[in-house]
């Protein structure tokens, strides 16, 4: 990953919704402290990956909200997150096509849009950082 601390999501375990969803998300500058945490982890050190699959996956990562990184308020699960993530996204201006590959979405809707490389790794890192990670804590539509 050239040097760029990232989380890989991929098949191994499971299959995934589409082939856009293999992918590496850049970890954005304030949590890079998750590399520290997972050093000193033996085993899965953010997910259970017998836990991954569809529905079952949704439960655990509201699990994992709850018990691990201590969010009480219900109203957060991993899909609201998705939501507010996009309109932390919207907020700094990133282009569809950087945002789009870091949630796992095809590249464009017409054929233009779906030509051509996703973004690359520096270029994910560059528009990540300009979003403030405490800002807009509430999930989109609540």
Known sequence: SFGVPVIRIHDRYGSLKNRYAERDIPLHP????????????????????GKWHAQGFQR???????????????????????????????????????????????MGRDVHESYGQAPSLRQMVEWIGRIDPLIGLRPAGF
Not at 30 to 49: I, M, N, T, V
Not at 73 to 93: G, I, K
């Open 30 to 49: 304030h949590c890079l402290e998750l590399l520290d945490y997972a050093r000193k982890r033996s085993g899965p050190w953010l997910f259970d990956q």
């Open 60 to 106: 655990y990562a509201c699990v994992f909200l709850r018990q691990k990184a201590e969010i009480e308020d219900r109203s957060y699960t991993m899909h609201s997150l998705r939501h507010t993530w996009r309109t932390l996204a919207r907020e700094v201006n990133m282009p569809s096509y950087v945002s789009r590959a870091i949630m796992g979405h095809s």
